[in-house]
Nanobody, 119 residues
Framework: QVQLVESGGGLVQAGGSLRLSCAAS????????MGWYRQAPGKQRELVAR???????TYADSVKGRFTISRDNAKNTVDLQMNSLKPEDTAVYYC?????????????WGQGTQVTVSS
């Protein structure tokens, strides 16, 4: 079992920046990938960015060029740097850890952190 704790959310004006951080209770090197998802009111949870154990990154089209995901294996953290924020980025952001063991998939989630972007 892996516990994930997010931090860094808050209220920011459009055009501003925030940095989210996710701290894991276990080595993130044991996870196949880690990612950030978000869920806005009335909408489904969606992938924002993901980074694999090998360092390959994936971004939602809506955040490409504005958000950057990074991982620090020594500190067991994954960060999401968010620049040029827009009101439509407002959502609860969740950290996710994903692991495959003997064909079984395990997905771990943090409790979420609120990001609000005012216009």
């Amino acid at each position: 079992q892996v516990q994930l704790v997010e931090s860094g959310g808050g209220l920011v004006q459009a055009g501003g920046s925030l940095r989210l951080s996710c701290a894991a209770s276990a080595s993130i090197s044991s996870l196949n990938s880690m990612g950030w998802y978000r869920q806005a009111p009335g909408k489904q949870r969606e992938l924002v960015a993901r980074i694999t154990i090998g360092g390959t990154t994936t971004y939602a089209d809506s955040v490409k060029g504005r958000f950057t995901i990074s991982r620090d294996n020594a500190k067991n953290t994954v960060d999401l740097q968010m620049n040029s924020l827009k009101p439509e980025d407002t959502a609860v952001y969740y950290c996710n850890g994903f692991r495959v063991v003997s064909a079984f998939e395990y997905s771990y989630w943090g409790q979420g952190t609120q990001v609000t972007v005012s216009s």
